[in-house]
């Protein structure tokens, strides 16, 4: 009896330590590091990481730890695809349109001049294929790439004169990136792109005449309507999408359940985002008018405006020649948008329209 007493418990412990054992093992904590190409207080801009750290934790119960990275930490702000492919970052969270100097096929994935809407270019991403030419142009780079965040149509800039003309525009400095900077420095302008910290020093001292930035929201951090009066309506940037980036291996790493937590988190805080900007925009502005009514909103003058677009038609053209992932991404935006279009037409755009007209 004493014997098989003692096999019983031998057995229980045994199976209590593997039990222990497989616990243990499930239980694993994989800690990442994010590097964001802002610094943390640039918010919402950096809210999706911020926020992406704080559920994925929640939701792993502790299994999955990202620290966030700003650019003052790594020093590299527009470094963020060489470090997560490197693997020094398991993730990253930028602007697609800054690495289109190393491949041009990442351009199209923030926002594109004369392009879509929020919802259209959110919709081309999920239901009209954008995901897959995404992650098909960032392959080689050896990272995923998903939609971390959207400004919706950002403001097409502050300009200390009014733009009456294309002649206006000739010798202007402006800093202004991605492809409006080169239909801008196509029509005449000096294109620079100085950095976020700079900004308002060099339009102060008269380094440059205008830049553009976000909207409102942010705009009014920086000072910018302190100096430059003319605040010009969009064109340049209609949705512009923040991206992640996550390292393959790194993600390929991950049990199943905490990859469908990462993208889900992701999914979330990119959709937050808009909102969050949505809002800041919205109060901000309420508040520029009341305390700085010298601001003028402007539109470029429809001559201005068909100058850009022939511009920027002709540099897309350039671009599609060059055939393969470039033509094929060029060719399914342009689809999208052009079925998509005539359904905004119709409803926002029209519903808009005779909701402004009730209030005058």
Known sequence: MKMKTLGKVALAVAVASLLSSNAFAKEKVYKWKLAMTWPKQLTPLASPPQKLAKIVKEMSNGRLIIQVHGKNKHKAPLGILDMVKLGQYQM???????????DINTLFFTSMPFGMTKAEQTSWFYYGGGMELMQKAYKKHKVYSYPGGNTGVQMGGWFKKEIKS????KGLKMRIPGFAGEIMAKLGVSVTNIPAGELYTALERGTIDALEWVGPGMDIKMGFHKIAPYYYTGWHEPASEMQYLVNIKAFKKLPKDLQAILVTAMKYTAYD????????SAN??????????????????????KEMKKANDELIAKLESK????????????NYMKKAREWTKISEYLYLKNMIALEK
């Open 92 to 102: 990253g969270h930028s602007g697609s349109y800054y690495w289109k100097g190393k």
């Open 166 to 169: 294309v002649d206006d525009l």
């Open 273 to 280: 985002m808009y909102n969050e900007n949505f809002d800041a």
């Open 284 to 305: 901000a502005w309420v508040k520029m008018k009341k305390e700085y009514p010298n601001i003028k909103v402007k539109e470029f003058p429809l001559p201005v405006l």
């Open 323 to 334: 055939g393969g992932l470039t033509k094929e991404i060029i060719e399914s935006q342009r």
